[in-house]
């Protein structure tokens, strides 16, 4: 893709024996809005931790902006990817405040200058500036965890099923808070999720993930209509599979 943001060629990653990731191929446009789709187990985190300089490819090459980051020679670290990380246990600082959390990667001295009132503001966290993360509701504590992921002006924002924790409610209404604030913002977000309607209703595409493996990436419509493989249409797809066999003259028996 001429316009990829990021992109992602042939990615390998095993721990030990197991393999994770077998040939990952995703390419990203600035400015949009990508969910990776995937039951657990199917390699996101490891996906996301790799794009973040976390761990390092056995094979494969990651560019972000056009400069490769890893193609398991030449590494970039992670504090030089200019990445936002939205982790999937969230991890505030609990013996920080919220203003303090968000800016915890700062260099120091903007930690108390306007870019944490922005964010506080963004994120319309500006009367909970002071309180501790266990003043906290679920779905305020993950609004926090973005602001300081965004602290830095990441180029990208990697964010591990930032609402599986939540109850029902919150996780309807975050959905759309972050979906307008990833507009407004016009961020390059990658999303990764276990729940096909947060990955339909959010994203500009999804990404269909199976054991290490993108088996699809298209538009949310056409991932629902017109499922790519079998795995596609039974975790995602409005298709029910029925068994059937091509007779000789060609009709379906
Ligand atoms: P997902 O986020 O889709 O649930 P993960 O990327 O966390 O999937 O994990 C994919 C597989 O890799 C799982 O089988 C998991 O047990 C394994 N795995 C993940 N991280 C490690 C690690 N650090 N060491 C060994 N195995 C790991
Ligand atoms: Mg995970």
Request: glycine residues 10%; positive net charge; without cysteine.
């Amino acid at each position: 893709m001429a316009n990829a943001l990021v992109s992602l060629e042939s990615l390998h990653k095993s721990y030990g024996a197991t393999p994770v990731l077998r040939g990952v191929d995703l390419s990203i446009e600035a400015g949009t809005f990508t969910a990776v789709l995937g039951p657990s187990g199917s390699g996101k985190t490891t996906l996301l931790r790799l794009l973040a300089g976390f761990e390092r490819a056995d094979q494969g090459r990651i560019e972000l902006g056009g400069r490769v980051v890893d193609d398991t020679r030449r590494v970039v670290p992670p504090e030089k990817r200019r990445i936002g990380y939205v982790p999937q246990d969230g991890s505030l600082f609990p013996h920080l405040t919220v203003r303090a959390n968000i800016g915890f990667g700062l260099p120091r001295a903007q930690r108390r200058g306007g870019r944490v009132d922005e964010l506080l503001a963004l994120t319309d966290l500006g009367t909970m500036a002071d309180r501790y993360p266990h003043q906290l509701s679920g779905g305020q504590q993950q609004r926090v965890a973005i602001a300081r992921a965004l602290a830095i002006e990441p180029k990208v924002l990697l964010l591990d099923e930032p609402l599986s924790a939540l109850d029902a409610r919150v996780r309807a209404q975050l959905r759309v808070e972050i979906r307008n604030l990833q507009q407004r913002l016009q961020i390059t977000t990658l999303f990764v999720t276990h729940d096909q309607s947060e990955a339909l209703s959010m994203a500009d595409r999804v990404g269909v993930m199976q054991a290490g493996r993108l088996e699809q990436l298209d538009t949310p419509e056409n991932v629902y209509r017109r499922p790519a493989t079998a795995f596609a249409a039974e975790f995602v797809g409005a298709m029910n599979r029925l068994p059937g066999r091509m007779g000789d003259s060609g009709d379906v028996q």
